[in-house]
């Protein structure tokens, strides 16, 4: 499969088929994630593969998550853009459900050079960069096989990295349900962007 038809069909999914993904074809995504780029070159990246359901259920406890629409809720999001408007509405109910039922859950660790609550600086965010290019290619390897996901970002690190006792000098990047797509998930289209729009050659 070419590059360009891959990165084509590489799409946010967040309702799932309960087959199982086969091992081989994770095992191949995490090993192209370890090919990212990494800002010292020591990809310093770990990932926790979540199977059991009471991690699963712990995991969820560390953040809020509303499970319906509620209208305060959609009062949140009212003066969005329809695109925007229609991911989150779309995204924040299934929360809970997809990081309890998705086939497949994956927890991505990297090793911050500054604190995000101590950088002061682009410079010092690199390793953050790092591993979100070793995300991106996890998820383009799993698109290839037909495998799809959606990155979550939590907030409550400290209570994940207690449940899953990961060590204190490192952080976590993204929780990532994943697995095929289910015959009814939904998919929020792409905004289409005209490049001639967004190029600016020499200055802006």
Known sequence: MELSEVINRRRTVRDFSQNKVPFKIIEKALRTGLKAPSY????????????EDRH???????EEMI???TNELEQAFKDYENLAKD????????????????????????????????S???????????VW?????ILLSLAEDDVFGVTFIPKNTPGIKKI????QQLEVAAIIPFGYKASHAKIIP??????????????W
């Open 190 to 203: 792409q905004k289409e962007i005209q490049l001639e729009s967004k190029l600016h050659i020499n200055t």
């Open 56 to 62: 699963r259920l712990a995991l969820t406890r560390t």
């Open 164 to 167: 899953f006792s990961i060590p």
């Open 120 to 130: 002061k600086k682009i410079y010092d965010l690199n390793c953050l960069v790092s």
């Open 40 to 51: 010292n070159h020591l990809k310093e990246w770990d990932f926790i593969l979540v199977r």
């Open 87 to 118: 991911m989150y509405l779309d995204a924040i109910p299934k929360q809970k459900r997809m990081i309890l039922t998705a086939p497949e859950l994956l927890i991505v660790v990297y090793k911050p050079k500054t604190q995000v609550s101590e």
């Open 133 to 137: 290019c070793c995300i991106e290619n």
């Open 67 to 69: 499970e319906e629409i």
